[in-house]
């Protein structure tokens, strides 16, 4: 049974910082693609962030280029999200999700394993 726990979520202020974390269970993460994806209240969820198996590669939207950071650890079966400069636009319930796949997907219908989210809320 897969599992894929986020954390690291909170509420900070315009200009601040948070570091996602996504843990996860149940098949070999090494040989997964890891993305992140966001959905804020009434829009649709939306693509953050991909890095690939290996982590060499990864694929950022042009909302979080600069500011936001994907790496992985494989060896501890982690994927993390370091935000900064963070807005109040990107106040939103973050995913973390696992695929199959070669390279960065980026679109949802991608992913095969998805967590329950943690909450970033950011305050102006």
């Known amino acids: 049974q897969v599992q894929l726990v986020e954390s690291g979520g909170g509420l900070v202020q315009a200009g601040g910082s948070l570091r996602l974390s996504c843990a996860a269970s149940g098949r070999t993460f090494s040989q997964y693609a890891m993305g992140w994806f966001r959905q804020a209240e009434g829009k649709e969820r939306e693509f953050v962030a991909a890095?690939?198996?290996?982590?060499?590669?990864?694929g950022y939207a042009d909302s979080g280029k600069g500011r936001f950071t994907i790496s992985r650890d494989n060896a501890k079966n982690t994927v993390y999200l370091q935000m900064n400069s963070l807005k109040p636009e990107d106040t939103a319930r973050y995913y973390c999700?696992?695929?199959?796949?070669?390279?960065?997907?980026?679109?949802?219908?991608?992913?095969?394993?998805w967590g329950q989210g943690t909450q970033v809320t950011i305050s102006s």
């Open positions: 999700a696992m695929a199959s796949r070669l390279g960065v997907p980026t679109t949802t219908r991608e992913y095969d394993y």
């Open positions: 890095i690939a198996r290996g982590g060499s590669l990864k």
